[in-house]
């Protein structure tokens, strides 16, 4: 990819794609990570002497401007973290009000545009939009990484007309995740939670070859369990996706770990009752919430000593204290690799367990990206970082 080292933006207006999609309530930001995280590339333009044009989507409003999608909340955020002055502009990014509200800026000012997809032609990438965005700015940076999957007109579109360099952020990215694909230092271990096989299916069939060992859990492990013939109750499975995990069992069943014991419960919720038993032999009416102790046990020794580690995914109903005790594991044996290990994380609830740890500064790095990161570690061409090439 071109980096900011390619640029010269003294004097020059900077359109930057950042990824401000963040947790808002009752227009309150709830958590300014992605914010933080685009200050590098945001502090290296305005040091060099351009103004800043930062354009984000957010939510997914279905039908134009919507008050509860406005980005108008991460202003307040980011010029209290940027630490300087940061200009709002609540028309239509491509609209002929903010082209010119854009070049009134002069250099070292900060504008922060409206949400990019309340825009019709964004997510169709479409052209006419992409050449309206161009306009904005003398050159082009792409920082969000969480959106580099998509090809959209602020993401890949817009490229097309402007001089274009990947931001810090983008490039710190690709190259953590990489790493993870191309002569990892082993042992190599793997941890991949959440609810669904299908959802992450690709990326394990890509990691599993690569890797020493993968510690299935979440929902998706009992989809895996029942395909070997254990008795899961109501535990959440895709039928669907058995013969996949069969043949993922016979294939790579001495790389495979699942758990021997689950924190069951008696209903889909926080005050439960719960009890645990064996994870192939759920009773009728029960189902599987969180990892047993002798599964996280066995997890956080198959952790030791590794020098790879990627982590995507709760171990159990992360959002419900009782069934957080194997994901809370988790975070701590990983965090605790220390520096001998590269570690990364990736996943909302991944990186919200780590942080809660208290630990994450002693994680290699945490991504921004959850889909992003999927599909590149699924050895996907993104649209965003092609567009930067």
Do not use: C
């Not at 071109?2 to 309150?28: F, H, I, M």
């Not at 957010?58 to 209290?80: C, H, I, M, Q, T």
């Not at 491509?94 to 997510?123: D, I, Q, Y």
């Not at 690569?210 to 492990?221: E, K, Q």
């Amino acid at each position: 990819m071109q980096t900011l080292d390619s640029l010269n933006v003294a004097g020059k207006r900077v359109l930057v794609r950042v990824d401000y999609n963040v947790p808002v309530r009752e227009g309150v930001v709830q958590d300014q990570t992605r914010v933080t995280a685009s200050l590098p590339t945001l502090r290296r333009l305005l040091d060099a002497g351009a103004s800043v044009v930062l354009m984000s989507h957010f939510g997914r409003p279905k039908n134009g401007p919507e008050e509860k999608y406005s980005l108008r909340p991460v202003a307040d955020v980011l010029e209290k973290v940027l630490e300087r002055p940061v200009t709002f502009i609540g028309s239509l990014p491509g609209s002929e009000a903010t082209l010119e509200a854009v070049h009134a800026l002069k250099p070292g000012e900060v504008a922060l545009l409206e949400n990019v997809r309340f825009e019709a032609g964004e997510e169709k990438n479409d052209p006419e939009l992409g050449a309206k965005l161009a306009r904005l700015g003398d050159a082009f940076v792409l920082d969000a990484f969480g959106s580099a999957h998509r090809a959209h007109a602020s993401v890949s579109g817009v490229a097309a007309g402007l001089p274009h360099a990947a931001g810090a952020l983008l490039q710190t990215e690709v190259d953590a995740l990489s790493r993870l694909l191309t002569e990892p230092a082993r042992p190599y271990v793997v941890i991949i939670g959440g609810a669904k096989v299908s959802d992450k299916i690709k990326v394990i069939e890509n990691l599993l070859p690569r890797v020493d060992r993968m510690l299935i859990g979440g929902g998706m492990a009992y989809t895996f369990i029942k395909a070997r013939g254990g008795r899961i109750g109501e535990s959440i499975h895709e039928d669907d996706q058995l013969g996949l995990a069969r043949r993922l069992l016979d294939e790579y069943g001495d790389k495979l770990m699942l758990p021997t014991d689950v924190v069951a419960a008696d209903s889909f919720a926080a005050a439960a009752q719960t009890r645990v038993v064996p994870s192939d032999a759920i009773p009728d009416g029960w189902q599987g919430l969180d990892a047993g102790p002798e599964t996280v046990k066995a997890y956080t020794t198959a952790l030791q000593g590794a020098k790879t580690v990627f982590w995507n995914g709760p171990l159990g109903v992360f959002e419900f204290p009782a069934f957080a005790g194997g994901t809370n594991a988790i975070a701590k044996a990983v965090a605790e690799l220390g520096g001998g290990a590269y570690t990364v994380i990736g996943g909302g609830d991944s990186v919200s367990a780590i942080n809660q740890s208290g630990q994450a500064e002693r994680v290699s790095h945490i991504s921004t990206g959850g889909g992003a990161s999927l599909e590149l570690l699924e050895g996907r061409a993104l649209p965003g970082v092609e567009a930067m090439k």
